[in-house]
Structure formats: structure tokens, C-alpha cells
């Protein structure tokens, strides 16, 4: 690997540090890699169990300091706020929506992630 590569690597993963995360269904889940596959296969890093959710239905990659969502040609669309989408930077507070499942982004590092965690607790 090229120093230059590893120097990259070394600053994703100290935004991914940032404890950006999900929310589905009252539970958290952090986005702590790179490449977060979204789905109803077993084999995903978050396995939504609803029959209308492809199978291998969306990918939220870690680019540039931001987390990007994509839809992976689902059956039924990805949609953030309402609006069906192919690609999606994420914002706190966004809403996910795949088939009847909502997902609400969570960057902890934003204002709002800050006053959630106080609210809540360290999730």
C-alpha cells in the first residue's frame, strides 16, 4: 500500500470515529466501516427483515468525510425525506425509507447527534 493510500484510510477512519449512526426501530446502529450493506440477506451488515426490502437494497459508503447512500437498484426505491433517490449525501436528522422501514441518520458529531446523546445517553 502507498503511503499516500494509508495517510487516506488513516483520516476515514477517524471520521468514522465521529459515531455517526442509525436509527430503525428504536435501536442503533453505528456506522463504524467504510462500506455499510443494507438488506434483507443475511450476509448484509444490517439485515432488515421485511419482505417488500431487497435483498441487497442500499450501501451507505463513507466518501470524503461525508456518508453517501446508494440504492442498489432496489425494487421499491430508497428514499431520504420523502424523495426517491439513486445517490444521497446524508444529514443528521435525515429520513431513510425502504418499503415501510424508517431509518433516521445520526452524525454524532453534529449539533443535533450532541443534544440526542444528552437526551439519550452515549449511544
Do not use: C, W
Not at 417488500?52 to 432496489?74: K, P, T
Not at 433517490?85 to 441518520?105: C, E, H, K, Q
Amino acid at each position: 500500500m502507498v503511503s499516500g493510500e494509508l495517510m487516506e484510510l488513516e483520516q476515514e477512519d477517524q471520521g468514522l470515529q465521529q459515531h455517526a449512526y442509525l436509527i430503525i426501530n428504536q435501536q442503533v446502529y453505528p456506522l463504524d466501516r467504510i462500506v455499510t450493506n443494507l438488506g434483507r440477506r443475511r450476509e448484509n451488515d444490517i439485515v432488515i427483515k421485511e419482505p417488500e426490502v431487497s435483498r441487497q437494497h442500499a450501501q451507505i459508503r463513507y466518501e470524503n468525510g461525508r456518508f453517501v447512500l446508494y440504492d442498489n437498484d432496489s425494487t421499491g426505491g430508497t428514499f431520504v425525506n420523502g424523495q426517491q433517490v439513486d445517490r444521497s449525501i446524508l444529514y443528521t436528522g435525515d429520513v431513510i425509507r425502504m418499503a415501510d422501514v424508517l431509518i433516521t441518520f445520526v452524525d454524532g458529531g453534529s449539533d443535533f447527534g450532541e443534544q440526542l446523546k444528552k437526551e439519550t445517553g452515549d449511544l
